[in-house]
């Protein structure tokens, strides 16, 4: 159980455009969901946590026009870079915790972001 | 007070010997400590985790020991193969829900060689 699916696991696309990011909790009900950044041989740092049906909270730093959250139900929550920029381009990772699994934070495997 | 240090950076083992990484922290309200291992390319998958009123959790060839008073803990890899190539994140929570932040270790690439 507990398993966390992203799409697209990589993406390219140019600057300027917008992409969306999906996650999805596909075993449990996701009452919080997190959205992570992760640059080459780097940790993970959170961008923004979203509770089922409410904003998402950001971390200081990052952009809540530019990286749009919404988790509108108990599986799915969605990123979406908008206008995105080459320095927009690292690997995105969700995570999803539950009632199921209490403080447990279980990881997609991740979205590839490379913007020309 | 919300860092997790860890170390090393990197570690290259010999088959068959046992990598130590160790974390440390500060926040005493951290109540949840999990062990994450990433592939290249992949997201981190939840290895082992911990909470401080024991000592010591064994699952596999993954141990932790823990140490509250000194508030440090490590992951032991008894046996180590190859295929336990990968960067391991150490973590701490408070958690005590299941919106609760996770702080992420520095991360220890760790290699094992045949």
């Known amino acids: 159980g507990a398993v966390v699916s992203q799409h697209p696991s990589r993406v390219i696309c140019k600057s300027g455009t917008s992409v969306k990011i999906e996650c999805r909790s596909l075993d449990f009900q996701a009452t919080t969901m997190f959205w992570y950044r992760q640059f080459p041989k780097q940790s993970l740092m959170l961008m923004a946590t979203?509770?089922?049906?409410?904003?998402?909270?950001?971390e200081q730093g990052v952009e809540k026009d530019k990286f749009l959250i919404n988790h509108a139900s108990l599986t799915l929550s969605t990123l979406t870079v908008t206008s995105a920029h080459p320095e927009d381009s690292s690997f995105y990772i969700c995570?999803?915790?539950?009632?199921?699994?209490?403080?447990?934070?279980?990881f997609g495997p991740g979205t590839r972001l490379l913007v020309l | 007070q919300q860092q997790v240090k860890q170390s090393p950076q990197s570690l290259i083992v010999q088959k068959g010997g046992i990598p130590i990484i160790n974390c440390a922290y500060e926040n005493t309200a951290f109540d949840y400590f999990p062990w994450y291992q990433q592939f290249p390319g992949k997201g981190p998958a939840l290895l082992i985790a911990?909470?401080?009123?024991?000592s010591e959790k064994k699952e596999g060839r993954f141990t932790i020991s823990f140490n509250k008073s000194a508030k440090q803990f490590s992951l032991h890899i008894m046996d180590s193969q190859p295929g336990d190539s990968a960067t391991y994140f150490c973590a701490a929570s408070p958690g005590y829900s299941n919106a609760s932040k996770i702080i992420f270790g520095s991360g220890t690439r760790l290699s094992i060689q045949p």
């Open positions: 995570s999803a915790s539950g009632d199921r699994h209490q403080e447990t934070q279980y």
């Open positions: 979203s509770n089922e049906g409410s904003k998402a909270t950001y």
């Open positions: 911990i909470r401080p009123d024991v």
